[in-house]
């Protein structure tokens, strides 16, 4: 098992919080006391989707590992839910389903990452961790088929830009060079080494940029950068 350093933040200080919602006691139990043993603060727990919403709120998880499976309510409505009223919360869907509609739809939905459950616990620790600083985390060959589906997104007409649409915010030369990386689908991990500065600082430039543009999380902050045509310069 990992160190209980894993579970922290980027400071190695705070426990980061998780919630674990999955309709299955024994896999929902096996997940949580995983992350638990690997240093993460389990926060909650739930069974099906309206006790996921009710907790949630309650609990203030920094990451929701969700399934998309669940009674009451189902997961991708959760999912927009609970990243609708909140969206410095961070979701990671972890599904038995590879079927690529399930992860478009997660991801659309809110879902910052996707993983499937044949992955292993160390997979799913590491996975946790990531997805808590905001890395788009997905199951190999899961990742083209989303950043795909961006292009696509892009491509489509759109409502024609208004004369009265007010003009685009203006980002530094450090911040646009960030948002291009971010739309080639590299991770705060990869960006920080390409440009060589920290994780922290790669953080900040995207919250900064979110900030700027109104927008909420990195899915539309992917699409914002694609429709520019920043992922090809």
């Not at 950043?147 to 009265?164: F, I, N, V, W």
């Not at 060589?196 to 900030?211: C, D, K, M, P, W």
Request: proline share 5%; with cysteine; glycine share 8%.
């Amino acid at each position: 098992m990992t160190g209980a350093t894993e579970g922290t933040d980027v400071r190695g200080q705070v426990p980061i919080k998780v919630m674990v919602v999955d309709d299955h006691p024994m896999w929902r139990d096996a997940v949580a006391r995983d992350l638990a043993e690997a240093g993460f603060d389990v926060v909650a727990t739930a069974g099906d989707g309206e006790q996921a919403v009710r907790r949630a709120q309650a609990a203030a998880p920094d990451v929701l590992v969700l399934d998309l499976n669940l009674p009451a309510k189902p997961g991708v409505q959760v999912c927009k839910e609970l990243v609708g009223a909140n969206p410095a919360l961070r979701v990671l869907v972890l599904s038995a389903s590879g079927e690529h509609a399930d992860v478009l739809e997660a991801v659309k939905s809110g879902a910052t990452g996707y993983l499937l459950k044949s992955a292993s616990t160390e997979e799913l620790i590491d996975a946790v961790r990531r997805t808590a600083v905001g890395d788009p985390v997905f199951t190999p060959g899961l990742a083209g088929l989303v950043l795909g589906e961006y292009r696509r997104l892009a491509s489509d007409p759109g409502p024609a830009a208004g004369a009265d649409e007010p003009r685009a915010p203006q980002l530094t030369d450090r911040e646009t060079e960030v948002l291009r990386l971010v739309a080639k689908g590299l991770s705060y991990k990869q960006i920080a080494e390409r440009l060589v500065i920290s994780h922290r600082t790669v953080q900040n430039h995207v919250q900064n940029t979110l900030g700027k543009l109104q927008l909420h999380n990195r899915v539309e902050l992917v699409r914002y950068a694609i429709e520019r045509g920043l992922d090809e310069a």
